[in-house]
């Protein structure tokens, strides 16, 4: 909705029912970016308009130095004299008596003389204190659209974007990872390639489920979800195709030793076992066994592109 009314806005400044343009949602959803796009747009298609976009914060400063400088009615001119008005962070005008009560004048003379007016906030109008109803009233006239958090598809689009432009490779999995555990916002995304790419630079590693999970637990608010043994023998026997308990067997055969070999490899890394401990899960084999498994494991990745994708694998779905 969001977006279907900014271009309707675009193409049609103040000709259509959306305005004010009312955008809102959290952090690092689009809000600028959307913002931007309706200017740039707008200049494009009508030059002879005169646009403009700040933030509440400057308008909230350029206010002050008016009143300090006895200049205020030439900055209401200013802004009267606006086609259209955009106001980034409208939410920080709360509180400003003086400064809401000007910008509610410039509203109503814009408004009433068909300009655009476009806001963004990180809440919405019925959720905002310490601004004046008659103010909020205003804001709720045209359109209130709200930008939510992107969704898992979404999110990966936007991660092949940056990875593609940026030039970089990343395996699949590795992007499934990172758009299943970033959910939050666009910023936090990009953020993380860029982490990636620089520890994949400044340490001469493969970007790995490995790394993208280090890079995330360090770099945003991230909720580790517990892993445990049980979980670990679950999804390898799932990932191989086995029954449960054929790993806990005395078998030899080789798909059932391999999938022991991993179940031991993934218990060693995500668990505080210890050695012995991982044993006694696993087929009551000693810690001898259990450190043989994970060294063969940790070869086998090195040397073997298939093997390695397979252990990528299943850590992307040890996670979900």
Known sequence: ??????????NNPAKTAFNPLFLHGCSGVGKTHLCHAIGTKIMEMFPEKKVLYLS???????YTDATRFNTVNDFINFYQGIDILIIDDIQ???????TQNTFFHIFNHLHQNNKQLIMTSDRAPMDMVGVEERLLTRFRWGLTANLERPEKDLRKKILQEKITADGLNI???VVDYIAENVTDNVRDLEGIVVSLMAHSIINDAEIDLTLARRVIEQSIKFEIKKIT???IQEVVCDYFNIKRDLIQSKSRKREIVQARQVAMYFTKEHTEL???QIGTHIGKR?????LHSYNTVKGLIEVDKTFRSNVEEIE???HI
């Open 92 to 98: 920080e005008l709360s509180g400003l008596t003086k």
């Open 56 to 62: 509440a914060h400057l308008f909230k400063v350029q």
């Open 316 to 318: 992307r779905l040890l």
């Open 1 to 10: 909705m969001a977006r279907t009314a900014a271009e309707a806005v675009a």
């Open 274 to 276: 210890s050695l012995s």
């Open 286 to 290: 000693n810690h001898a066994t259990v």
């Open 171 to 173: 395996p699949e999995s």
């Open 229 to 231: 043994v049980q979980k």
